[in-house]
Every structure is written in structure tokens, then in C-alpha cells.
């Protein structure tokens, strides 16, 4: 890693300055506490680009009062270790005044994929997600921005975010990383005893199972969500939703999909747990 800067105008500078050389950019725009899902972004975005930035910022507009903003993991001297390994050329870590400066008054609003799955439980998150993006996009200018599908809500918006507004940005989904016993890496997993780790279990149990009835040939949208739903009820203290939807525009599917979303999200404890599978395109979990 060569330099960290915290200022966006200096972010700026240094993008341009890395295209007027011929570099094409790459973005990796994580909130922090990086683990090997994040890292794996980073190389994602070498394959795509050269010269590689990542921004670190715990943005405060995606949390509605109540959620864990405070909780969100600090861990930046570890998060600029790992880029450093990376061979990340730039990280750019704001301070939230510098990204929301006296007077800010401006949102960025997408009207429908907003609105289904986290939607119905986090009305108030995607709109900091969308606002934060529009200015770490404009503040890069042209890239490649990698985004994991682990939030795969948010990576379907930012695609039609950069679509809608010209931006000259192609945002990349990458897959899933995971546990050895199939649990999605999340920096929230550290939050999680060792009971409440082994209980979450239930998510990988659901997704498997849908996937397994996909693969024998079921097709009914209704019965694979109730076949997910079963394990996942049963190991969590409180779930918001398992849901089956349209991979792409994310509304209710039909039946005889050639592919169909399964996402999760679910609690432990304090602890909300998101995950989801693609049948017809993704890996057994």
C-alpha cells in the first residue's frame, strides 16, 4: 500500500492522476474490519484493474436510530495491514464531515428495487447506501467497483444506480466467501458465541436445502422459500424474512424460473445475520 489519504479532493487527485498515467482503477468500497471476503474483492479488482483504491468509512446515513452503528467493527491499523499485503495502491478513509460537510442536504433515491426484501425492514438503508456510492463514484470517476453478492440487494441497486445516472462505472458482483462449514463471512460473525456460531449453521441448512430440491428438479417458488425457511425458523431467535424473488429485478417469481433468488436475513441475539443463494446459478453453499 502506498498512501492513505482522508481528504476527498486528495482521493480525487490521485484517481486522476492514476488514468492520466493509463491505469484503469479499480474500487473496492468496504465499511472496515476486513476479513478474506473483503479480500477477496481486492483481488477481483486487480484481475479487473491497475491501479487498485479502497475506501474505509462506517457510513453513518445507511443506519436508521437504533441499529449498530456504534457496534459496526473499528479495526483500521488491521484493514491496512491487509491492503498492504493486497498490494493495494491507495485506501482513502474519511472522516464523516468530510463526506457530509454543514449543510449537506442532498439524498440519492432508488424508487422500486429499494422497496422488497431489506426494504420492508430497513426503510431508511438504502437511500445512505445509494447517497455514499453516487459520491465515492463520482469521487473515483472511471472504475471497476467490486461489491460481494452477499449483500445482493445492494449490489443489484448499485448496478442500476451506475445505469440510470451514466455513471462511467461497472460495478461487479462477486461471489459469496465462506467458512469452511458453508457460513457466509460477515464482520458481524464476531459477534456471535460459540453457541449463537453453531446455531447460525441454520442458514447454510436452509440455502442447502432449496438448492438440493432445485437441483432434483423442483420448481414451485412457494414450496422451495418453505423448504428454506424450515431450518432457518428453527435455529433463530427471530427472522425478518426468507424470501424467494426474481434474480434480477427482485419481485415475486414465477413458476418455471430458470433461476430464482432464496435470501435470508435472521437474528441472533443482537446479531442480524443476511445471506442468499441463486438457484439455477450459484454453487451449493
Excluded at 445512505?128 to 471497476?144: E, H, Q, R, Y
Excluded at 422459500?225 to 433463530?236: G, K, S
Excluded at 419481485?251 to 435470501?263: D, F, H, M, R, V
Aim: glycine fraction near 8%.
Amino acid at each position: 500500500m502506498r498512501k492513505v489519504v482522508r481528504k476527498p479532493a486528495e482521493f480525487r487527485q490521485a484517481c486522476d492522476a492514476a488514468r492520466a498515467k493509463g491505469n484503469q482503477v479499480g474500487l473496492v468500497p468496504p465499511m472496515g474490519a476486513l476479513h478474506d471476503g473483503h479480500l477477496s474483492l481486492i483481488d477481483e479488482a486487480k484481475r479487473l484493474a491497475d491501479f487498485i483504491v479502497v475506501t474505509v468509512f462506517v457510513n453513518p446515513l445507511q443506519f436508521a436510530p437504533g441499529e449498530d452503528l456504534d457496534r459496526s467493527p473499528r479495526t483500521l491499523e488491521d484493514d491496512l495491514d491487509g491492503c498492504r499485503v493486497r498490494g493495494v495502491h491507495l485506501v482513502f478513509v474519511p472522516e464523516p464531515d468530510a463526506m457530509y460537510p454543514a449543510g449537506f442536504q442532498t439524498q440519492v433515491s432508488i424508487a422500486e428495487l429499494t422497496q422488497p426484501l431489506e426494504g420492508r425492514f430497513r426503510p431508511e438503508h438504502f437511500d445512505g447506501v445509494t447517497t455514499v456510492v453516487t459520491k465515492l463514484f463520482n469521487l473515483t470517476g472511471s472504475c471497476a467497483a467490486c461489491f460481494g453478492r452477499k449483500d445482493y440487494q445492494q449490489w443489484k441497486i448499485l448496478e442500476r444506480l451506475a445505469r440510470d445516472l451514466d455513471m462511467p462505472v461497472k460495478v461487479v458482483g462477486c461471489p459469496i466467501v465462506r467458512e469452511p462449514d458453508g457460513l457466509a463471512l460477515s464482520s458481524r460473525n464476531r459477534y456471535l458465541s460459540p453457541t449463537e456460531r453453531e446455531r447460525a449453521l441454520g442458514i447454510v441448512s436452509g440455502l442447502r436445502a432449496a438448492h438440493d430440491a432445485w437441483k432434483d428438479g423442483l420448481r414451485d417458488p412457494t414450496e422451495l422459500q418453505a423448504i428454506a425457511e424450515r431450518p432457518i425458523e428453527a435455529a433463530f431467535d427471530r427472522v425478518d424474512y426468507v424470501a424467494a424473488a426474481d434474480p434480477d429485478t427482485l419481485e415475486a417469481p414465477t413458476s418455471g424460473e430458470k433461476s430464482l433468488l432464496i435470501a435470508v436475513a435472521a437474528h441472533l441475539g443482537a446479531t442480524r445475520l443476511i445471506d442468499n443463494v441463486v438457484l439455477g446459478r450459484d454453487p451449493r453453499p
